[in-house]
């Protein structure tokens, strides 16, 4: 309910090249629709219930010459998604031989993980469907808004965690101008890291202590603050953790319901180098896992954003690294996938996804926060930090 309060909705993409017709994709979203049952419901009164209607969750078949991804980006992410009519809505951009399939899901249902396992699961019905055979795949029960292991390690927590205070003067992304409160249009900006930078990144975050979620992290601040008004020492930066899979790490990548917490690292010193930045971001991950914070911070959700300072950039990262389409898939080939995160806040949401080596951020922000100049400097900055320290 927190992440449907606050209107968090995803915008995924995968690319399947191979020749596949309108009725034989609505045909595959059926066959998807009985695996995962938690597709056909809708949200009444705080709780997930069955959805009657048999509308099509196929909602628009564009012709490549007449749509393009980036178009189809801008409508998604200024859509409104209902949640009281559907959990989830898919757009193609269809060629002869290839299609784009966009898919519109609230985060109170979708994570990177799921959304790669959903993506897969369609590809391997369109595959089903082309050569004639029916799906041999078993149904999932429908599931329960939380996890077991969720709820129990909530329950342990108790309620004597310290408020989160954070003083001083951070760096901000400057704001073009005060903002009436009216509608505002998100955007995004996308950043490509080809698998050779990629793997050099990887060996350069593991040989200085950290991750690549870490230095990803810490790169973006440094980007950050080149741009904030009067460079203050310290930034808040936020990091999606996977508290599910971080509790069960046998879990299999199924298409269950999201436990993922905001987690803000006050770092506290932006003239330290990147490398030393990024060790202070993943001790704080880990600590805040070991203590219990990190789920404090899953409780306190709703508060930790009320604040009228401008909250911290967030970026998500897939907790699998290296996306997989694990489906066989005989006749069609799934060429890419990708994700991104918007909702009614301040600072940019970056969603990171890696396939086939090649990593892609593609950063979605409020066009009334910040102007596409001010994001265009921050991800080429970003970009040429991380090239410097591999």
Same mark, same amino acid.
């Given at each position: 309910m927190i *992440?449907?309060? /606050?209107?968090?909705?995803?915008? &995924?993409?995968?690319?399947l090249r191979g020749a596949v017709d309108r009725a034989q994709f609505e045909a595959a979203v059926a066959h998807l629709e009985a695996r995962y049952g938690i597709l056909r419901s809708v949200v009444e009164d705080g709780h997930f219930v069955g959805r009657v209607d048999d509308r099509s969750a196929v909602e628009s078949w564009w012709p490549a010459d007449s749509c393009s991804a980036e178009a189809m980006y801008a409508r998604?992410? #200024? !859509?409104?998604?209902? /949640?009281?009519?559907?959990? *989830?809505? $898919?757009?193609? $951009? =269809?060629?002869?031989? =290839?299609?784009d399939v966009f898919m519109l899901t609230s985060h109170a249902i979708t994570d990177a993980t799921s959304l790669v396992e959903l993506h897969s699961c369609l590809a391997h019905m369109c595959d089903g469907v082309v050569r004639g055979q029916v799906p041999a795949l078993g149904a999932q029960p429908f599931p329960i808004p939380v996890d077991d292991a969720v709820s129990c390690r909530l329950a342990a927590l108790g309620t004597d965690a310290p408020p989160s205070s954070y003083c001083g003067v951070f760096a901000e992304i400057p704001m073009p101008a005060r903002h009436d409160g009216g509608p505002v249009t998100h955007r995004l900006e996308r950043v490509v890291i080809g698998a050779d930078a990629m793997h050099r990144m990887k060996t350069a975050s593991h040989?200085?202590?950290? &991750?690549v979620h870490a230095l990803l992290l810490a790169a973006l601040a440094l980007a950050i603050r080149d741009v904030a008004d009067d460079?203050?020492?310290? $930034?808040?930066?936020? &990091?999606?953790?996977?508290?599910?899979?971080?509790?069960?790490?046998?879990i299999s990548p199924e298409l269950v319901f999201t436990a993922i917490t905001g987690h803000i690292t006050p770092v506290p010193d932006l003239d330290r180098p990147m490398v030393e930045i990024a060790r202070f971001i993943f001790d704080d %991950?880990?600590?805040?896992? =070991? #203590?219990? &914070?990190?789920?404090?911070?899953? %409780?306190?959700?709703?508060?930790?954003?009320?604040?009228?300072?401008?909250?911290?950039? !967030?970026i998500n990262v897939s907790d699998i690294q290296t996306v997989e389409f694990h489906w066989p898939v005989e006749r069609l080939a799934v060429t890419g996938f990708e994700y991104a995160l918007g909702w009614m806040k301040k600072f940019p949401n970056i969603s990171v996804s890696v396939y086939d080596g090649t990593l892609i951020a593609n950063i979605v922000y409020v066009e009334e926060f910040a102007t596409p100049a001010t994001i265009r400097a921050i991800s080429d900055d970003f970009v040429r930090r991380l090239d410097s320290v591999c």
């Open positions: *992440y449907i309060a /606050t209107r968090m909705i995803v915008v &995924s993409r995968s690319s998604l992410l #200024n !859509a409104d998604l209902d /949640t009281g009519k559907t959990l *989830y809505a $898919i757009h193609v $951009i =269809a060629t002869d031989d =290839a299609l040989a200085t202590g950290s &991750s460079h203050p020492r310290q $930034i808040l930066m936020r &990091s999606s953790v996977d508290m599910r899979r971080r509790l069960e790490p046998h %991950i880990h600590q805040g896992l =070991a #203590n219990g &914070s990190i789920f404090h911070d899953y %409780i306190n959700y709703p508060k930790a954003f009320s604040s009228p300072r401008q909250s911290p950039v !967030a």
